[in-house]
């Protein structure tokens, strides 16, 4: 993914792979699957290949795999 590129405003959807995404619909941001806030393609890092899910956070990440505590 060449991140100088304008992906549009809406919501992506994207297919989430070992260290890399594929984008399957064009968008700005993905939402995170814990929190529920919007995460920007370009500032996209933690991600469940097993979960297909997106992350905010580390802190989120753990959460979201049953791994964060409450």
């Given at each position: 993914?060449?991140?100088?590129?304008?992906?549009?405003?809406?919501?992506?959807?994207?297919?989430?792979?070992?260290?890399?995404?594929?984008?399957v619909?064009?968008?700005?941001?993905?939402?995170?699957?814990?929190?529920?806030?919007?995460?920007?393609?370009?500032?996209?890092?933690?991600?469940?290949?097993?979960?297909?899910?997106?992350?905010?956070?580390?802190?989120?990440?753990?959460?979201?795999?049953?791994?964060?505590g409450?």
């Amino acid at each position: 993914m060449n991140i100088q590129e304008s992906f549009g405003d809406g919501e992506a959807v994207v297919e989430f792979k070992d260290g890399e995404f594929v984008i399957v619909k064009p968008g700005g941001f993905v939402r995170c699957a814990v929190t529920g806030v919007r995460i920007p393609l370009r500032a996209l890092k933690y991600w469940s290949v097993d979960r297909q899910e997106a992350y905010a956070d580390a802190a989120a990440a753990l959460k979201g795999m049953g791994l964060g505590g409450e």
